[in-house]
């Protein structure tokens, strides 16, 4: 499977897994939730918190996902909720796995459609290597 067909499944899972529950804002520093409403099966609530993700120091911390891919669908999910649709609004150029101070890290460099490039940086420590 190749690393698009991953991204693909990954973003499938995460729509599944949150439902149709709408992400009412990503705040600088505060929090936001992700939970579905009218779920008859209990299902990861997802939080977001942190800073704006532009340094370690500011990383956008992702809590609540039970394994490696829900975590990694919450960071694209965050991604599309921030920026806009994927390969429309923006583009990912580069992920890399970082690791600093016993924390774990993903590093999402993304160009926008003006041509301007960000690096966002997730926390994904809680989430890190489980299956």
């Given at each position: 499977?190749?690393?698009?067909?991953?991204?693909?499944?990954?973003?499938?899972?995460?729509?599944?897994?949150?439902?149709?529950?709408?992400?009412?804002?990503?705040?600088?520093?505060?929090?936001?939730?992700?939970?579905?409403?009218?779920?008859?099966?209990?299902?990861?609530?997802i939080?977001?918190?942190?800073?704006?993700?532009?340094?370690?120091?500011?990383?956008?911390?992702?809590?609540?996902a039970?394994?490696?891919?829900?975590?990694?669908?919450?960071?694209?999910?965050?991604?599309?909720?921030?920026?806009?649709?994927?390969?429309?609004?923006?583009?990912?150029?580069?992920?890399?796995?970082?690791?600093?101070?016993?924390?774990?890290?993903?590093?999402?460099?993304?160009?926008?459609?003006?041509?301007?490039?960000?690096?966002?940086?997730?926390?994904?420590?809680?989430?890190?290597?489980?299956?």
């Open positions: 499977m190749n690393l698009k067909n991953l991204m693909i499944l990954v973003a499938a899972l995460l729509l599944w897994t949150l439902g149709n529950a709408p992400l009412t804002s990503i705040p600088a520093g505060g929090e936001a939730m992700a939970q579905p409403s009218g779920a008859s099966t209990p299902k990861p609530k939080i977001f918190s942190g800073g704006p993700g532009d340094s370690f120091e500011t990383a956008v911390i992702i809590k609540g039970p394994n490696s891919q829900v975590g990694i669908a919450a960071e694209y999910y965050y991604l599309e909720k921030k920026f806009g649709q994927p390969k429309a609004d923006w583009k990912l150029l580069r992920q890399k796995l970082l690791h600093k101070d016993g924390k774990h890290y993903d590093l999402m460099q993304i160009q926008l459609k003006d041509g301007a490039k960000k690096d966002i940086y997730f926390d994904i420590t809680e989430f890190f290597g489980k299956l």
